[in-house]
């Protein structure tokens, strides 16, 4: 694993490009830009990207992927995505940019010491149109009878507030069973991902044993709690395949959420330093 300090500056320099209202209607030069950015990050460090077109009523943006074989190629594929789009009036930093960056370090470090099986790493575009990017990977993937064993959602890593009685809960969540500070990652699973939950969240800790880490585990699809339905693991779960959703709750914790001030100096590096090494080293050692 590369030092923290090393992974925390490549975090703020991903940052330091990616944030930014990126918007594809107001602003589709930045999120053009910032596809291209993780393409060429991936690039960069050997891993071949390919970028895939996405359609959406007049409009064509692309999601960016790129694969790694791993030390057992044969091994089941594990898919880990972030959406890079942003809404309108919002730099986005914590909604998606922090995951973007964690998805490039993890990239990164990946590509120095390989994953245990193959991973594709995708950056998503059109999240917040109704995962539209996501849904068209899923569809091709359904189509193309090539679904991956299981697929990670980032979705917002970076947001803490360690306050007593700010972390909040969805209706249907029994917030007694969990934390009331906002220091925690999530990860949320439904009833075919269970394995997955546990073996990510395993994962997880003991890559980075200081980093709290709450799971959640729906009945079903989530549909008794929609809130757990806001990302894109969700065209994954409808395709019938282990899903998770790894989250800093969004808008349960950050006041930031879709508004103006979601910006670069509201986030916690360290806890995304946190993250990041706690998701890189599941790949590294599962
Ligand atoms: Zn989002």
Known sequence: MAPLQEIKR?????????????????TPEKMDAVGHYIADQFDEWG???????????????FNVQAKLPGENPESPVILIGAHYDSVPDCPGADDNASAVAALLEIARQLSVHPPTGP??????????????GSQFW???????????????ALEMLGYTDKRPGVQKYPPGVSASQYPDTGDFIAVVGNTD??????SLTTGMKHSAPNLGVETLVVPGNGELIQDVRRSDHVPFWTAGIPAVMVTDTADFRNPNYHKPTDTLDTLDLD????????????????
């Open 10 to 26: 490549n975090l703020q320099r991903h940052l330091e490009v990616i944030v930014g209202e990126r918007n594809p209607f107001t």
């Open 119 to 132: 991973v594709i790493l995708a950056g998503f575009a059109l999240e917040e149109y109704g995962f539209v």
């Open 47 to 61: 891993l071949s990207p390919v970028t895939l077109p996405v359609l959406f009523d007049e409009l064509e943006s």
């Open 138 to 152: 899923a569809d091709s993937a359904v189509k193309n009878d090539d679904l991956p064993a299981g697929m990670i």
């Open 193 to 198: 991902s269970i394995e997955l939950v546990k």
């Open 271 to 286: 806890f995304l330093t946190e993250v990041t090494m706690a998701l890189t080293g599941f790949f590294q050692d599962s």
